[in-house]
Nanobody
Framework: QVQLVESGGGLVQAGDSLRLACAAS???????FGWFRQAPGKERDFVAM????????YYSDSVKGRFTISRDNAKNTVYLQVNGLLPEDTAVYYC?????????????????WGHGTQVTVSS
């Protein structure tokens, strides 16, 4: 059983940056990590994913060029560097683990989820 704990969210102004972290318990070194976000009244949307060794990353069009996903397998932690924040980035950000391979962007293909961290961007 994998447990995930997100941290690093907060209330920031437009243009600011944050570094979100997702600490995992259990061995996730062979698994894909993904970040998703959910704004009030909306569905949970894919943000970014990273392969087990970090060689492959993929981003949604809305965050490409502003967000960077990375992982440190020695620490069992995945990061999401979020730069140039916009008010529309306001959401609860969730990390998740998938035991699948390849490009995995659907929430249905992720097996474990954290409880999320709130990011609020004021204009």
């Amino acid at each position: 059983q994998v447990q995930l704990v997100e941290s690093g969210g907060g209330l920031v102004q437009a243009g600011d940056s944050l570094r979100l972290a997702c600490a995992a318990s259990g061995d996730t070194s062979n698994d894909i990590f993904g970040w998703f976000r959910q704004a009030p009244g909306k569905e949970r949307d894919f943000v970014a994913m990273i392969s087990w060794n970090g060689d492959f990353t993929y981003y949604s069009d809305s965050v490409k060029g502003r967000f960077t996903i990375s992982r440190d397998n020695a620490k069992n932690t995945v990061y999401l560097q979020v730069n140039g924040l916009l008010p529309e980035d306001t959401a609860v950000y969730y990390c998740a683990v998938s035991t699948r391979t390849g490009l995995v962007v659907s929430t249905r293909l992720y097996d474990y989820w954290g409880h999320g961290t709130q990011v609020t961007v004021s204009s």
